[in-house]
């Protein structure tokens, strides 16, 4: 019923639109290592099934190149939104190693100061 809902694109609250946006909306996702989670807008979600999603996931090993090609196919889909992703892989407790971060889009244009 979402994908077809005259309301599945409005936003209810936003972040900054005031001086008190209220509480932030916080949920609890039980994940374990070696999952991965996504986090995307329905640029992405409301253009591309969900079998794309899930296969493009399970191939890529790294989480930027899933989320590039994310991107990818929502634009090749046609999407006349704005796509947002997301892709982050859960590591064990007491992981050492070196987090990748990687900005894209016109967040990748912003001067670090």
């Known amino acids: 019923e979402a994908a077809v809902s005259p309301m599945r694109s409005v936003l209810l609250r936003a972040l900054g639109g005031s001086a008190d946006p209220g509480p932030a909306d916080l949920i609890a996702v039980a994940a374990e290592p070696g999952d991965r989670l996504l986090l995307c807008s329905d640029g992405l979600s409301g253009v591309v099934p969900a079998g794309t ?13 899933a989320a590039a090609r994310l991107v990818m196919a929502a634009l090749a889909a046609g999407t006349r939104d ?6 982050a892989d859960v590591a064990p407790a007491g ?19």
């Open 82 to 87: 704005d796509v947002t992703v997301v892709v």
């Open 53 to 65: 999603l899930q296969r493009v996931l399970g191939a890529e090993r790294r989480p930027a190149a």
């Open 95 to 113: 992981w050492s190693g070196s987090p990748a971060e990687v900005l894209v889009g016109s967040a990748a244009d912003i001067p670090d100061d």
